[in-house]
Nanobody, 118 residues
Framework: VQLQASGGGSVQPGGSLKLSCAASGSTFSVNAMGWYRQAPGNQRELVAR???????DYADPVKGRFTISADNAMNSVYLQMNSLKPEDTAVYYC?????????????WGQGTQVTVSS
């Protein structure tokens, strides 16, 4: 599975960005996709996740501001980010969870920078 993320950039506090991630290759056993982020000096953390049933999970700091969505085939995942804050600044990574071998295997995109600054 290959993941190609896009949509990062620079925005002022309170602004919005939308991240997109396209999956290609053998995606038939991908059961969930999501977005993680990593700020300098911090560990990579989950931002939002959506599974093939449409169930979503959000990290507490982004609840009510970010919305994750995906197409039915789990080939694309999106992250709409509103009311952005400086603390949202990070490299955002697209993730796909593959359960084809009975255990979870994670695929990662290349990362896209999001900078929130006045």
């Amino acid at each position: 599975v290959q993941l190609q993320a896009s949509g990062g950039g620079s925005v002022q506090p309170g602004g919005s960005l939308k991240l997109s991630c396209a999956a290609s290759g053998s995606t038939f056993s991908v059961n969930a996709m999501g977005w993680y982020r990593q700020a300098p000096g911090n560990q990579r953390e989950l931002v939002a996740r959506i599974n093939s049933g449409g169930n979503t999970d959000y990290a507490d700091p982004v609840k009510g501001r970010f919305t994750i969505s995906a197409d039915n085939a789990m080939n694309s995942v999106y992250l709409q980010m509103n009311s952005l804050k400086p603390e949202d600044t990070a490299v955002y990574y697209c993730n796909a969870e593959d359960y084809g071998l009975g255990a979870r295997y994670d695929y990662w995109g290349q990362g896209t920078q999001v900078t929130v600054s006045s």
